[in-house]
């Protein structure tokens, strides 16, 4: 069976063993829209959808922890 959002997992995981980080605009792009059908890099530097905005603000404010969330998709 496919793994679900690989490139959600690939950059998490790069994320929690240092080598990305989550500060830039871009970066969150990188970890919240690569799997995204309708992501299109560098087109949409000015248009969030509510699925990115709510996974960013949980992300930011601890509401979602992005190890658990990686484990959860690799089990
Ligand atoms: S902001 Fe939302 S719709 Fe746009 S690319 Fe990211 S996840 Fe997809």
Redesign the pocket.
Known sequence: MEEPLPRFRARAREVLEGTAELQSEEDW?EL??GD?P??HHGE?EN???G??LLLRALLERGGLDLERALDSLER
């Open positions: 792009r919240l829209c995204c309708f992501y949409e248009e969030e959808c699925s990115y």
